[in-house]
C-alpha cells in the first residue's frame, strides 16, 4: 500500500536540501565561526530553535549587540545532532546541511541566513515566494 506519509516525508527532504544550496547551512557556520581568529565578535544571534516556517530547519534570534565567535560557535556545536521540537509539535535533528534562518521563536516570517563576517555582520535574504532570493 502506498505510504503518503513517506512521500511527503521525501519531498520534505528534497526541499531542504534545494534551501540548503542558497543559504548558510549549520556546517558551514560552524566553519566559519572555527576560521576566525579567537578574538572575533559576530553578530548576536542566539537562542536557537525550530524555525516555524520550516520546522525542520533551524532559527537564531538577533539581538541588539556582538557576541565573542566562540561563543556562537560553541551554540552552534551543541545543536548539531539535536532534536528540536517545531512550534506546532514533532521533532526534528539538526545536522550539518540544516538551513539556517533569523527569526524569533514562533514567527515565520524570518529570513535567510546568508552569511556572517568577522566584522560582526550578518547578510539575510528574504525568500520568495517562487523559491528565489531576495537580497535586501
Not at 561563543?71 to 539538526?94: I, N, P, R, S
Not at 524569533?104 to 528574504?126: D, F, H, M, P, Q
Amino acid at each position: 500500500m502506498f505510504d503518503m506519509q513517506a512521500l511527503v516525508d521525501g519531498m520534505s527532504a528534497q526541499w531542504q536540501r534545494e534551501r540548503s544550496k542558497t543559504q548558510l547551512t549549520l556546517g558551514l557556520l560552524i566553519a566559519a565561526l572555527e576560521s576566525m581568529p579567537p578574538e572575533s565578535r559576530v553578530a548576536n544571534l542566539c537562542a536557537p530553535h525550530s524555525y516555524r516556517g520550516y520546522y525542520c530547519d533551524l532559527a537564531f534570534e538577533l539581538t541588539d549587540g556582538t557576541r565573542a565567535a566562540s561563543e556562537l560557535l560553541a551554540e552552534c556545536k551543541g545543536a548539531m545532532g539535536k532534536v528540536f521540537t517545531g512550534y506546532k509539535g514533532g521533532d526534528f535533528v539538526m545536522g550539518a546541511l540544516t538551513p539556517l534562518w533569523v527569526s524569533k521563536y514562533g514567527e515565520s516570517e524570518g529570513v535567510r541566513l546568508i552569511s556572517v563576517s568577522v566584522g560582526g555582520g550578518i547578510e539575510t535574504a528574504e525568500e520568495d515566494v517562487s523559491g528565489g532570493l531576495v537580497v535586501p
